[in-house]
């Protein structure tokens, strides 16, 4: 069964750190290129970071630059979104996004920075 499943996020302070996992299955994890994307209430979904198949690139949004890190492991069919510094406008719902021949999309995960 072709699936990502994002996990991680929760409620936290401004100023707190939390890490996004997305697990991905039932298809080639190491062809496709990752993102994470999010989407606050009343808003378009947005890019948030992304990186190539095999890690050698990334790119952010500019709002998330010198905060959030985005990797991956291929070995363990997972990437990541490393978030620090959180601001209530970091809060939105997190979706990862595999993008090759086919696009797939996680579920989601929420993510609330308040205090």
């Known amino acids: 069964q072709v699936q990502l499943v994002e996990s991680g996020g929760g409620l936290v302070q401004p100023g707190g750190s939390l890490r996004l996992s997305c697990a991905a299955s039932?298809?080639?994890?190491?062809?496709?290129?990752m993102s994470w994307y999010r989407q606050a209430p009343g808003k378009e979904r947005e890019l948030v970071a992304s990186?190539?198949?095999?890690?050698?690139?990334?790119n952010y949004a500019d709002s998330v630059k010198g905060r959030f890190t985005i990797s991956r492991d291929n070995a363990k069919n997972t990437v990541y979104l490393q978030m620090t510094s959180l601001k209530p406008d970091d809060t939105a719902v997190y979706y990862c996004?595999?993008?090759?021949?086919?696009?797939?999309w996680g579920q989601g995960t929420q993510v609330i920075v308040s205090s």
């Open positions: 990186i190539t198949s095999v890690g050698s690139n990334t």
């Open positions: 039932g298809f080639t994890f190491s062809s496709y290129v």
């Open positions: 996004k595999a993008n090759y021949w086919r696009v797939i």
